[in-house]
Nanobody, 123 residues
Framework: QVQLVESGGGLVQAGGSLRLSCAVS????????MAWFRQAPGKEREFGAR????????YYADSLKGRFTLSRDNARNIVYLQMNSLKPEDTAVYYC????????????????WGQGTQVTVSS
């Protein structure tokens, strides 16, 4: 099993920044892919960014490109999502996800999920 715990959400004004953290524990040696998703009220969960657990190039949804950056702290098993130039439409619950087998943009591809952290961007 893999456990994921997100933190770092909060209320921020438009144009501001937040850094989300996803602490990963358990059978981390089996993980293949990591991703961030988000879900706004009344909407489906949507892909944000992904990266191989072993490292490499990050891939971002178009709506996040140029503003969000995904990174890893290998020693501490933490995955970060640095969010800059935030917009009100970025308001959502942000989820960290992991998979032992896949690295995709489809949330159904991920076996492990955190509890989510709320990000609210005021205009």
């Amino acid at each position: 099993q893999v456990q994921l715990v997100e933190s770092g959400g909060g209320l921020v004004q438009a144009g501001g920044s937040l850094r989300l953290s996803c602490a990963v524990s358990g059978r981390t040696y089996n993980i293949y892919g990591m991703a961030w998703f988000r879900q706004a009220p009344g909407k489906e969960r949507e892909f944000g960014a992904r990266i191989r657990w072993s490292g490499g190039t990050s891939y971002y949804a178009d709506s996040l490109k140029g503003r969000f950056t995904l990174s890893r702290d290998n020693a501490r098993n933490i995955v970060y999502l640095q969010m800059n130039s935030l917009k009100p439409e970025d308001t959502a619950v942000y989820y960290c996800a992991a998979s032992d087998y896949r690295l995709e943009s489809n949330p159904a591809s991920y076996e492990y999920w955190g509890q989510g952290t709320q990000v609210t961007v005021s205009s």
